[in-house]
């Protein structure tokens, strides 16, 4: 029976870069078989030797088959969730009830410090009904925009990051199927980039902040 490549992965095998690789994360040896009728017929190997040697194989004449398989099934990747900019431009901090643009203008009359209201069309307050409280920024409202994504321009830290959870499961003799690799490098993708989108909002929200409290003389 010819084998496919959730076969190889099954033994330990990868194909990273072009590269083929045996479960102890080493390129493996062309050697030629030289028992019954198979005599003749190359194969990949385990470059180990003994106990040391991980359970790669994979025939030379099968390559070139399983090769195209590994890569199709990246090629069939959904389209990742790519961080997207939010935008913060009308986002008004408030404090202690009154709204960052405001003016503070002395008073004649007792020295103090009183808040007038800038009603420019940017900063113009918004009505609210009465009784009733605007609703909460659901995480869905904070959630990255799909876009279609070749899979090729996964990031190389990405790739780290997921090879090395594969590698740990094999080393616990933990076997991976094709479909459950392709579900693992998604998920973790998606939630980098979730992370990354919300770090990103807090960032623009301490530099939004900082500079209103530069504007108001702190």
């Not at 479960?23 to 040391?52: E, I, M, V, Y």
């Not at 991980?54 to 069939?76: D, G, I, P």
């Not at 190389?156 to 990051?161: E, L, P, S």
């Not at 623009?204 to 530069?214: H, K, V």
Request: include cysteine; charge should be positive.
């Amino acid at each position: 029976m010819p084998t496919d490549y959730s076969q190889v992965l099954a033994k330990g095998g990868y194909l990273k870069d072009g590269q083929w690789f045996c479960q102890c994360d080493l390129p493996p040896r062309l050697l030629t078989s030289k028992q019954g009728g198979s005599s003749g017929k190359r194969f990949l190997r385990c470059q180990q030797a003994g106990n040391d040697q991980c359970k790669f194989f994979l025939w030379e004449e099968e390559e070139a088959t399983v090769r195209e398989q590994a890569n199709a099934s990246y090629l069939r990747l959904p389209a990742p969730r790519t961080p997207t900019k939010l935008n913060t431009t009308n986002r008004e901090p408030v404090f202690n009830g009154f709204n960052s643009k405001q003016s503070i203008a002395a008073t004649p009359a007792s020295g103090h410090s009183a808040a007038k209201l800038k009603t420019s069309p940017r900063y113009s307050p918004t009505p609210r009904s009465e009784g009733k409280t605007s609703p909460p920024v659901s995480s869905e409202d904070l959630s990255p925009t799909p876009h279609r994504v070749r899979v090729d321009h996964e990031s190389d830290k990405d790739k780290d990051f997921t090879t090395a959870i594969l590698k740990l499961l094999r080393s616990s003799n933990v076997v991976v199927g094709a479909s459950t690799e392709v579900r693992l490098r998604l998920m973790i993708r998606s939630e980098i980039g979730a992370y990354q989108t919300k770090l990103q909002t807090c960032e623009e929200m301490i530099t939004d902040l900082c500079q209103e409290l530069d504007g108001l003389g702190f």
